[in-house]
């Protein structure tokens, strides 16, 4: 796509403080080490790491997390997930204490929004009203500019009950923010450790794999599966918006045109 803007986005890599150490089995600064370079292969605009990028919260995880983004050439913004520690967070990318992990941005005429979903203590989401406000300001700001949102926790169902027990509590604030909005075109997402897609009103809603373990969508119970890590590649020209996921194992899978992705009706 000519002229188009590059976005990255990766997620849930669930990093331990200690070097060496598996999450279910998954090394993911292994995975890391292997990722970077693929992403700077494909010289995007912008990298976006959409929460749990620690497994474990501590200081020495961030620590390591900084290390191994380090040989990123394009700018990353990061929001946090439900395992993230929100103080060391904050320490880790540069936030004002207290300050809130919310950020909006202007990249080549695209606007991008990131959001913080989490809630201290639970693995649900939750969007306090006060950043649906926030939200429905920075929409309202640029009425006419494609615009992404990028939060951790899934807003639609993906149907594994109880992973959907975990996601985005009570999310009609934000349905029907971006029904108002038909100019946000991506809600992209992480928690749910696989590649899911819905077409809903304007937007697509997308989750990518985890750059740690994957875990079945198949199954009603939490199940592990041996399927590769990846991340996911979106193009936007204008209110054009193509997508692909890139695999560890070397798959590059372009992902079914906007109109051709499942409709999500409630
Ligand atoms: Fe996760
Ligand atoms: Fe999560």
Redesign the pocket.
Known sequence: MRNAIRIVQI??L?LLGDPGSCTNGVDSAAVLERVVPLVNALAPDLVVAT??LTDDGTPAAYHRLRQLLAPLRAPLRACP???DDRQAFREAFGFVADAPLRQSLAVAGVRLVLLDSTVPGHSAGRLPEDDLAWLEAECAAHPDTCTCVFLHHQPLPIYVRWLDAVGLQHPDGLLQLLARHPQVRVVAH??V?QPRRWRYGAQLVASVP?L?YQISPLSQEPQITQDPPGFRCLEICGNEVRDCLYFLDGRVVPEPAWNATPIYIR
């Open positions: 997620s849930d669930h929460g749990d997930g439900n395992h992480g928690h450790h985890a740690a």
